[in-house]
């Protein structure tokens, strides 16, 4: 059994930051990949960011330059830091964990960015 339990979301001004956080717990492989994806109403969950073991990251084109994922695989973490966030960057903002061939989900944290 793996759970997910994220923090940090809120609302923020337009050119704020936050910083989300997610913790994972239960059989953890040693390799995996962890991020973060994000959805709003009515549209299909998108990939935001991910990052590997190795540290190797990947990211959406439209957060490249303004959010960071960083890992501390000691403490099975994976975090998002968002700077200069828009209006359109406002989701409900998913924890993911992928080991194996299985999807693992946080409960969602909402961002709401206020213009």
């Known amino acids: 059994q793996v759970q997910l339990v994220e923090s940090g979301g809120g609302l923020v001004q337009a050119g704020g930051s936050l910083r989300l956080s997610c913790t994972a717990s239960?059989?953890?492989?040693?390799?995996?990949?962890m991020g973060w994806y994000r959805q709003v109403p009515g549209k299909q969950r998108e990939l935001v960011g991910a990052?590997?073991?190795?540290?190797?990251?990947n990211y959406a084109d439209s957060v490249k330059g303004r959010f960071t994922i960083s890992r501390d695989d000691a403490k099975n973490a994976v975090y998002l830091q968002m700077n200069s966030l828009k209006p359109e960057d406002t989701a409900v903002y998913y924890c993911?964990?992928?080991?194996?061939?299985?999807?693992?989900w946080g409960q969602g944290t909402q961002v709401t960015v206020s213009s």
């Open positions: 993911n964990l992928l080991q194996g061939l299985t999807d693992y």
């Open positions: 239960g059989n953890i492989f040693r390799i995996n990949v």
């Open positions: 990052a590997v073991n190795s540290g190797t990251t």
